[in-house]
C-alpha cells in the first residue's frame, strides 16, 4: 500500500483557509516553513502515523517527500514520531505541489481577480496559473511518478500476509488530489473530465494522510490517517 501524507499547516494555510485579506499564492515555492499549529500537525500525524503502521503489523520499506521545506519539515518529524528514521527519506522534485509560476507569493486577490477566474481555478483542469502548470498537467506529473514507483506496492494474492509493505509520501494537497483522481479514473477521456470540484474528494487537511491500495489491478482508497 501506498500513504499519502500532507505537510503541516504554513501561515500561508491559516491566510487562505481563514479567508484572510492577505492570503497569497502557495505553490511549488521551497522556503515556506510550517507554522506552529503545523509542526504539531506533524507531531499528532506521525503518532497516529506509528500506531495505524503497528496494528496493521506494516513495514515501511521506503519514504519520499517534496524538496519544499514544509514537506521536509513535516516528514522529519512525523516519521521520526512514527519510529522511522527521517534520514532514509527521498527527496524527488516530481512531489513538488501545482506550479502557479509567476502568481507566486502574489495576494490571492490579485492574482485571481474576478469571480470567473475564481470559479475557473475550482473547476476547469486547464485553467494555467499564470507561467505555470494547469491541474492536469500537475496531476500527469504525479501520474507518471507513481507509475514508476507503485509496482513493489501492489497486492499479489499469492504474497503471504506477512510481508504487508508500504511507502510513505509527503507531498501536497493539490497535487496529489488532481493525481489520485486521474489514477482512480483511468477510463475517463481528456474531452471529458468533469469538473475539477471531483478531484476535491481527495484532498486531505494539514497533518493527514490517506492509504491507497491496490485490488485487481485498481487503485482505491481505503483508509484515511489523521
Not at 201 to 220: E, F, H, P, S
Request: hydrophobic share 40%.
Amino acid at each position: 500500500m501506498i500513504i499519502l501524507a500532507r505537510h503541516g499547516q504554513t501561515h500561508l494555510n491559516a491566510a487562505h483557509q481563514s479567508g484572510s485579506a492577505e492570503a497569497r499564492v502557495q505553490g511549488t515555492s521551497l522556503a515556506v516553513p510550517l507554522s506552529e499549529q503545523g509542526e504539531m500537525q506533524a507531531y499528532g500525524q506521525g503518532h497516529a502515523m506509528g500506531v495505524w503502521l503497528r496494528d496493521r503489523k506494516i513495514s515501511v520499506t521506503r519514504m519520499l517527500s517534496s524538496g519544499a521545506r514544509r514537506a521536509v519539515d513535516s516528514g522529519a518529524i512525523s516519521f521520526r514520531m512514527a519510529g522511522l528514521d527521517p534520514e532514509r527519506v527521498e527527496v524527488d522534485s516530481r512531489l513538488h505541489e501545482l506550479c502557479k509560476g509567476n502568481l507566486e507569493g502574489a495576494l490571492r486577490s490579485e492574482a485571481y481577480p474576478t469571480e470567473e477566474v475564481r470559479h475557473r481555478v475550482k473547476t476547469d483542469w486547464h485553467f494555467r496559473h499564470g507561467t505555470g502548470e494547469t491541474a492536469y498537467e500537475a496531476g500527469r506529473r504525479w501520474l507518471e511518478w507513481f507509475a514508476e514507483v507503485s509496482e513493489p506496492y501492489i497486492n499479489r494474492s499469492d504474497a503471504p500476509s506477512r510481508n504487508r509493505r508500504a511507502l510513505i509520501v509527503m507531498g501536497h494537497n493539490l497535487v496529489t488530489s488532481c493525481g489520485v483522481w486521474l489514477l482512480t479514473n483511468p477510463d475517463v477521456w481528456l474531452d471529458e473530465l468533469p469538473p475539477l470540484t471531483e478531484a476535491s474528494q481527495y484532498k486531505i487537511a494539514n497533518g493527514t494522510a490517506m492509504v491507497l491500495a491496490n485490488t485487481d489491478d485498481r487503485w482505491a482508497v481505503t483508509d484515511h490517517i489523521s
